[in-house]
Structure formats: C-alpha cells, structure tokens
C-alpha cells in the first residue's frame, strides 16, 4: 500500500536556525513527491517537487529537499528559518499522477 | 504560470440553500481538477476527482447527490454543495492539474473558499 508520513505534527525553530521538516513514504513504485505550504485560511501553494530528476530539490524561498531512495524519505529543509516561514506543511506524494496521497500536516512555529 | 482561482474566497448561506464555487485555472488547461475539503488544524480530505468531460469520481463517504461536480470545461470546475446544512460549514480547495509538460502530475491549488451555513 502506497502512504505518506509526516513524522512531527509540530515544529519550533528559532528565527535564524536550520528548519527540518521529516517526510517517510512507503511504496513500491517510483514517486513524485512534493511539499506544499499553506499559510492561514489560504490555499496551498507549491514549494518543490522531485520528478525522477536530480535528487536534491530546491524550492522558493530557500528550501530544499533530498530524495533518498534507501530510505523512503523527501525531507524539506531550509538553512535558516525567517518569521514568515510559519505555516502548515504538507508533504504529498503521487504514483501515477491519479491519485495524490496527502501526510498529515507539520506545524510550523518560528520563535522571534 | 500555474494559477487556479476559487469564487467566492467566503460565503455565508443559510440552512437549506445551495451555494457554487467555482474553481478556474488561468492559464493552463486542466484536464484533472480535485476538489477538498479541510477542517480546522486537520490536512486536506479528497472529496472527489474530476476530469473534463466525464462525470467525477467521488471519495467514499462523501454524498455525490449533495456535493455536484461539474468540469464542463479545461479551465472550470464547480462543486455546488445542495440544501447546506451547518456541519457542511468548511473550508473547500480545490486544485488542478495538467497532463501537459512539466506541469504533470502537479497540483496547483486555489486559493479556497471559506463557507459558513448558519
């Protein structure tokens, strides 16, 4: 069975610190993953996305992610965290291009 | 590029009507258009995918004589939720996405729209 996790349902980060955001996948075929950001009562907005290209993604405003195949994951990363980064983060994940499988959310905090 | 807009961003109706939102891509054409539903604090639940031109294939549990979908075209979709009642009180997105390109397999998601049945 294909699935995504998101393994902290909140973070805090200092403003100026690294961000990690942790994405696990489970699956036995070739994903497209993506992460997506959604601030508060707005829609979601695309950050990065792997498509079977380079393995290390790099997004708007500053955030990259590593797909590692040996270990089923896509974390989201960000060397240094500003206020307007706090937001909720969705890691998705697709198989086909049908069927889009949603983690369940990581909260964001970033401390002034 | 990749826009989708969502109308109206909020609406307020009362117990028993109908209420449309549309959902529109700008400048792409979606062949796929999804639309979700998301309660406060909790990721987005899929209600039902739509493809242009062919009847949308709703989520288990979710009523498809309640929530009308229609994608009559590659740049509109609309979900019309029928005689709203106050647990139908939410906050909707939906997305599209394109075969075209690098646009695969990529949603782009609406703004959303907020409804509040009294």
């Known amino acids: 069975a294909q699935s995504v996790t998101q393994l902290d349902s909140h973070v805090s980060v200092s403003e100026g610190t690294p961000v990690l955001l942790r994405c696990n996948y489970s699956s036995s075929y070739s994903p497209s993953l993506f992460w997506y950001v959604q601030h508060p009562n707005k829609g979601l907005q695309l950050l990065l996305k792997y498509t079977s290209a380079a393995t290390l993604v790099k997004g708007i405003n500053g955030f990259e992610a590593e797909f590692k195949k040996s270990e089923t994951s896509f974390h989201l990363t960000k060397p240094s965290a500003h206020m307007s980064d706090a937001a909720e983060y969705f890691c998705?994940?697709?198989?086909?291009?049908?069927?889009?499988?949603f983690g369940t959310g990581t909260s964001l905090t970033v401390i002034p | 590029g990749a826009v989708v807009s969502q109308h109206p961003s909020r609406v307020i109706c009362k117990s028993g009507t109908s209420v449309k939102i549309e959902c529109r891509s700008l400048?792409?054409?979606?062949?796929?258009m999804f639309w979700y539903r998301q309660f406060p604090k909790k990721s987005l639940m899929l209600m039902a995918t739509s493809n242009e031109g062919s009847k949308a294939t709703y989520e288990q549990g979710v009523e498809k004589d309640k929530f009308l979908i229609n994608h009559a075209s590659l740049t509109l979709s609309t979900l019309t939720v029928t005689s709203a009642h106050p647990e139908d009180s939410s906050f909707y997105i939906c997305?599209?996405?394109?075969?075209?390109?690098?646009?695969?397999?990529?949603?782009?998601f609406g703004p959303g729209t907020r409804l509040l049945v009294l």
């Open positions: 997305s599209a996405s394109s075969r075209d390109g690098i646009m695969q397999e990529t949603q782009y």
């Open positions: 998705v994940v697709t198989f086909t291009g049908n069927q889009f499988y």
């Open positions: 400048d792409f054409q979606a062949t796929t």
